[in-house]
């Protein structure tokens, strides 16, 4: 089993700054990697595919790249809807994984 | 628009039974892998199952689930199942249903609870 790895668990960020989340895999997932993210209460949505595609109506201050076992997503401007729990999923090889999730507080 | 329903969570002792419905709308449901995904209170999201579209069928499990659980649909209904069997407390969680399946989830329905208690 792929196990990935999210890090910080949690970060601090005040509206306007950038933001960097990080995702490790435990072995190589090529760019076999999405992005998801969660607000309370709410199903996840999907905001990044295959590393570094964003997904329908994803706003373009939303980045992602990597590739093989190291993956970053930037938000470059946080506006106040971005404030949630951001998670990182594998599709390379079965099971499917999801790293532990980042939550995404206002500093 | 993509739309995705899911129902039949509920209250259930351990060793019980449920069967959890997804109904589907919006897209052409035969041709797309469906799965279904879980997330226990205040913790992250678990897959839990996945079938493949385009009339294979194939089915998907990690070790957690399988033997216990099955994922089955009906392309004529557009609707994916989750039969869950031999219960235990940690399988509580809200269950989603989401479009794809050993690809990226685009879709996700609002997800239904399943309480395993005594």
């Known amino acids: 089993e792929i196990v990935m790895t999210q890090s910080p668990a949690t970060l601090s960020v005040s509206p306007g700054e950038r933001a960097t989340l990080s995702c490790r895999a435990s072995?190589?997932?090529?760019?076999?990697l999405g992005w998801y993210q969660q607000k309370p209460g709410q199903a996840p949505r999907l905001l990044m595919y295959?590393?570094?595609t964003r997904g329908t109506g994803i706003p373009a201050r939303f980045s992602g790249s990597g590739s093989g076992t190291e993956f970053t997503l930037t938000i470059s401007s946080l506006q106040s809807e971005d404030f949630a729990v951001y998670y990182c999923?594998?599709?390379?090889?079965?099971?499917?994984?999801f790293g532990g999730g980042t939550k995404v507080e206002i500093k | 628009e993509v739309q995705l329903l899911e129902s039949g969570g509920g209250l259930v002792q351990p060793g019980g039974s449920l069967r959890l419905s997804c109904a589907a709308s919006?897209?052409?449901?035969?041709?797309?892998?469906m799965t279904w995904v879980r997330q226990a209170p205040g913790k992250g999201l678990d897959w839990v199952s996945s079938?493949?579209?385009?009339?294979?069928?194939?089915?998907y499990y990690p070790d957690s689930v399988k033997g216990r659980f099955t994922i089955s649909r009906d392309d004529s209904k557009n609707m994916v199942f989750l039969y869950m069997n031999s219960l235990r407390v940690d399988d509580t969680a809200v269950y989603y249903c989401?479009?794809?399946?050993?690809?990226?989830?685009?879709?996700w329905g609002q997800g239904t609870l399943v309480i395993v208690s005594s």
């Open positions: 989401a479009k794809g399946g050993g690809a990226e989830f685009d879709c």
């Open positions: 919006g897209f052409t449901f035969s041709t797309y892998a």
């Open positions: 079938i493949s579209g385009g009339g294979g069928g194939s089915t």
């Open positions: 072995q190589s997932v090529s760019i076999n």
């Open positions: 295959d590393t570094s």
């Open positions: 999923q594998q599709y390379d090889k079965w099971p499917l994984t």
